[in-house]
């Protein structure tokens, strides 16, 4: 429970109790004192009745020396006063005071004419040192008027003293109902309706949270009673709804997972196929090259090779048929090259067979090194022992490293270095390792955006008559179609890597 709000109940409730019982005790002081002077005026009349029976009885030599008596007799007397009334006033006759003390004493006016009327005159006193007095008049009549009246003043220290006493007893009682009160108001609080209602704050706070499990126990059997079983009917309710709305989003999330994955799965083929698409446009372009060219040097090539052979019948000089037969070698290679191209743009089935990485490597590198000769260009290969054989196309994969290792020599400057590499890929994205070939060059390199457009038919960064822009769509096409993959990384000014990964298993 608050503070504030604590406070405040007790504060208006003991505020409440104060002003009733000061009220209460106010009203009963006044009725208390009211019947003390009420006594003490009946006592002044008794004696007044003494006085007159002696004024009527006793001889006026006599009278004051039995008033004296009464007046000592009776230590709340003050006084007995004779007075002689004569119109609108009166002269003292007869007292028992001193003669400087009875100024004042005299009636005058309203009160002469009362006392004719047979009627009593009663006047408070001042209350020197605390005191409560009265002076009473009565009349003396004689032959059935008014010619005296008889006047006592009486005082009490003991009516004083009470009052003092019932005022002090007042304001103990009521000091002490407040402090009793605020105390078992403030502990009444605290136990039926501060830790009820601090139990719920709590509560609160921790549904507030996020800890909807939360249950509170009843300390009562009223009305926290009900709020604590609403409390608890609240929370499991919103316990139930947080828990059936998680199961819905994780639903949703769920299948919104499974259609970003369908969608990605999509993509990926679009991809793919678009790729396949813009592959299939480039070798249409290389189709139709290859198709002129075949149609173009088949014809001359056979030709040739068909006078070669028949040279190799004739008697030759030592050493003749050898070179003979190394040009025929050359010619056929050349004619089974253009063919394998042509097959390449038609899509002919691949004729793989289990074959070993070495000697193709070597093999390309004998055919290109007579294209290093004189440039001080370190052609070197680095090809790991023990590599399994790589189900491939002979022809395909002689074609793929001759024309990498044509690129790499064109753009590398004398005195750099070339080296073709062979080893086992580790495995990645849960496929099986693979056989990677690799070119690497120090030459000149490729921007960004050169390296983008390497695989575009006909775009070469050589100079006018060195390329056709078709070295590495051909390479392309061929890695593909054995199921691999091939990647660039290239640096302007420090080399170029190509990098070609193949399945080691059909």
Known sequence: MRRSLYTHIIAIVVVIVTVVLAVSQAVDSHLTARAVRQDVKERAELVLRTVTLLWTTTAPADLKGKLAAIVSGDREVDAIDILRLDGNGSRVELSTRADGEQAGVALAGEEVRQLERHASVTR?????????????????????????????EIRSQEVSRLERRILTIDAGVLLASIAMISGLLAIFLSRRVGRPIGDLVAGLRAVAAGNLATRLTARTDD???????????MAARL????????AQVRRATANLADRNVELQTANDRLWEAQLELGRSDRMAALGQMAGTLAHGLGTPLNSVLGYVQLLRREPLASGQGEKLAIVES????????????????????LRRTPMAIAPVVNDALALVSSRTAGRRIDLRA?????????PAEAVGLRQVLLNLLANAIDATPDGGHIAVGARLAAAEDGRAPRLELSVADSGHGMSEVERRQAFEPFYTTKAPGRGTGLGLVIVDHIVHAHGGTIAVDSVPGVGTTVRVQLPLEV
């Open 330 to 349: 050359q010619l056929q290679r050349m004619i089974e090259d253009m063919r394998g191209v042509l097959d390449r743009t038609r899509d002919v089935p």
């Open 382 to 390: 680095q090809v790991a022992d023990d590599l399994p054989p790589v």
């Open 239 to 246: 316990e139930a709804l947080t828990t059936d709305l998680g």
């Open 124 to 152: 408070p006193l001042p209350e020197p040192q605390g005191s409560n007095g009265w002076r009473v008049t009565v009349p003396l009549p004689s032959d059935g008027a008014v010619r005296a009246a008889a006047q006592v």
């Open 223 to 233: 009305e926290f009673q009900f709020l604590t079983e609403q409390f608890n009917a």
